[in-house]
């Protein structure tokens, strides 16, 4: 085995005290409860666990298969960290799933910043009503940090940006854009007006403005507001914003997924604001902050 600071551990005992924060992964219920309340979240393969710690989230221990163990250990050369070290079937027996992406790491949550922190620092910004699917939210997280936008805002009824399935399927982007939650919904929508945003609804509604016909211009701050699967926004969230826009639709297609949605939003919007400046270029943006929420 490969030396590294801190205590390397074999576990042959699934029921193992140590493994406490590994158990029942699978029970969405259950994790969804415990992870906030006890400041925790898990990371999921090496690739995950890497843009984690560089965003600054503290290791409170790894669990892996051996032949993980040389990757894992130079991840947290220097820290003082706990790695176990078990069987591929015991992974499963406590996890309750089989861990092909070979490494888990128990992460310490940092505070979240308030939404007022955000909007005072940030021009482009996805606001999130009731979206619960840990999927959606990590596939919006990941088009949100990819086409330019500066923060992410959840309404108090969203999913957990840092469950397990969200940051997987974000590949990490989680980290590399912040976020906060809005303590009162739908009236902290008034926390953007009065920060001088254009509050923009993304709604299927053939009366909507097509997205292209939306006129904005690089110097706007801009609120993409878009609602849960299948329901979509409020009414009283709808009624919150400046302008409902639309994604033109053909073949009787009525609408896109979610994450789908936010993607051709996040991107035509942020488009149509470069446009005079010669093109648009995302990695050109200078994001507000690219590690800790």
């Known amino acids: 085995m490969m030396p590294t600071v801190g205590t390397t551990a074999l576990v042959d005992d699934a029921a193992d005290p140590r ?20 400041g925790i979240f898990i990371a999921e393969g090496e690739l995950v666990i890497r843009r984690a710690l560089r965003a600054g ?12 163990l040389p990757s894992v250990a130079g991840l947290v050369s220097g820290v ?59 596939a919006i997280f990941r088009c949100a940090a990819g086409l330019g936008m500066d923060a992410v805002l959840l309404s108090p009824t969203c999913a957990d940006p840092l469950y397990r399935r969200s940051v997987r399927v974000s590949m990490g982007e989680v980290f590399a854009i912040p976020y906060a939650r809005f303590d009162q919904w739908p009236a902290g929508l008034a926390e953007l007006a009065a920060a001088g945003f254009t509050v923009l609804a993304l709604t299927p509604d053939l009366a909507a403005t097509p997205l292209d016909d939306v006129v904005i211009s690089d110097a706007d701050k801009l609120a993409l507001l878009l609602g849960s699967e299948g329901s979509g926004l409020s009414v009283a969230a709808l009624a919150a914003a400046r302008e409902r826009v639309r994604i033109p639709m053909t073949n009787g297609v009525d609408s896109l997924n979610v994450a789908a949605a936010t993607a051709v939003a996040c991107y035509a919007l942020s488009a149509r604001a470069a446009r005079s400046m010669g093109g648009f270029d995302p990695a050109a943006r200078d994001r507000t902050s690219t590690t800790a929420n």
Do not use: K, Q
Request: charged share 25%; glycine share 6%.
């Open 19 to 38: 493994l406490a924060d590994y158990r029942a992964l699978t029970d969405v219920a259950l994790r969804r409860r415990t992870e906030p309340a006890e």
């Open 80 to 138: 003082e960290v706990p790695l176990y070290i078990a069987s591929e079937s015991l992974l499963e027996g406590v996890t309750g799933f089989h861990v092909h992406r070979g490494a888990l790491a128990a992460m310490g949550r940092l505070p979240l910043p308030t939404v007022a922190d955000l909007v005072g620092r940030c021009a482009r910004v996805v606001v999130l009503e009731d979206v619960n699917s840990h999927t959606n939210l990590g």
């Open 57 to 68: 989230y503290p290791m409170r221990s790894a669990l892996m298969s051996e032949r993980w």
